[in-house]
């Protein structure tokens, strides 16, 4: 599948079979993150076989079994940290789709204690993300309208809704949506956080799906640290 297919057939899983990634999935994943964390400066991690982090009673809660894999989000504590680690999280993440895996981000029902990640000097965790085999292949989440999620004088451009569709495909903290984008003259795309738990992260998987759909060379990010051609 191509990343916008990707991007319709992924959603949330929390219960994976007992089945390992192929170690050819894990060079194909280790090497996009390897490129995330260059473009990105962050210090992404993959975990496999570990289950560790996800075996106490915060996963239970949160409902997840079977978890053996995970990687890590990390990177030196920053303003903007949040943000790039949802972009380049959601880029890896699509990948991991189109691999034929199954994800989940995890903000908290996991174990900290017991995950395997490292940090340096500077540096924090800002979440994870469950990877496998998922027993279902999750369910879709509801969206709010277009019209709710951006600002567009008439007529709005082709390439201003394709990225808006799918940008409403992006995943967000409880599915609240919780961000405005805004066209502004021609070319100039403004994202903002609205108030919400991670909102920051869910900026940052919002603007990675609209660059997808609306074409980096169609448009700039107004005062972004995540240029629009970053692909």
């Keep these: 599948?191509?990343?916008?297919?990707?991007?319709?057939?992924?959603?949330?899983?929390?219960?994976?079979?007992?089945?390992?990634?192929?170690?050819?999935?894990?060079?194909?994943?280790?090497?996009?993150?390897?490129?995330?964390?260059?473009e990105g400066q962050l210090h992404i991690q993959l975990l496999c076989d570990e289950p560790g982090a996800f075996s106490g009673a915060m996963a239970r809660y949160g409902s997840f079994s079977g978890v053996a894999n995970y990687i890590a989000v990390a990177g030196v504590k920053a303003e903007d940290l949040d943000e790039r680690a949802g972009y380049y999280g959601e880029r890896i993440v699509l990948l991991a789709q189109q691999l034929g895996l199954n994800t989940c981000w995890v903000a908290l029902t996991f174990s900290r204690r017991k995950a395997r990640y490292t940090l340096e000097k500077g540096e924090k965790l800002v979440l994870v993300i469950a990877l496998g085999y998922g027993i279902t292949q999750g369910v879709p989440h509801r969206s709010k309208t277009m019209e709710e999620l951006?600002?567009?004088?008439?007529?709005?451009?082709?390439?201003?809704?394709?990225?808006?569709?799918?940008?409403?495909?992006?995943?967000?903290?409880?599915?609240q949506q919780k961000f405005l984008l805004t066209l502004e003259g021609e070319r100039?795309?403004?994202?903002?956080?609205?108030?919400?738990?991670?909102?920051?992260?869910?900026?940052?998987?919002?603007?990675y799906h609209f660059t997808q759909g609306a074409g980096s060379e169609n448009f700039d990010w107004a005062q972004s640290d995540i240029p629009a051609d970053e692909e």
């Design 150 to 175: 951006c600002r567009c004088a008439d007529p709005m451009p082709d390439w201003f809704r394709r990225g808006m569709e799918c940008a409403m495909l992006a995943p967000t903290a409880v599915n």
């Design 1 to 38: 599948m191509d990343i916008l297919e990707a991007m319709r057939a992924r959603h949330s899983v929390r219960k994976y079979a007992t089945q390992p990634i192929p170690a050819d999935v894990r060079e194909k994943l280790q090497q996009e993150i390897d490129a995330c964390n260059r």
């Design 188 to 207: 100039t795309v403004r994202a903002q956080a609205v108030r919400g738990p991670y909102a920051k992260l869910d900026l940052g998987i919002v603007k």
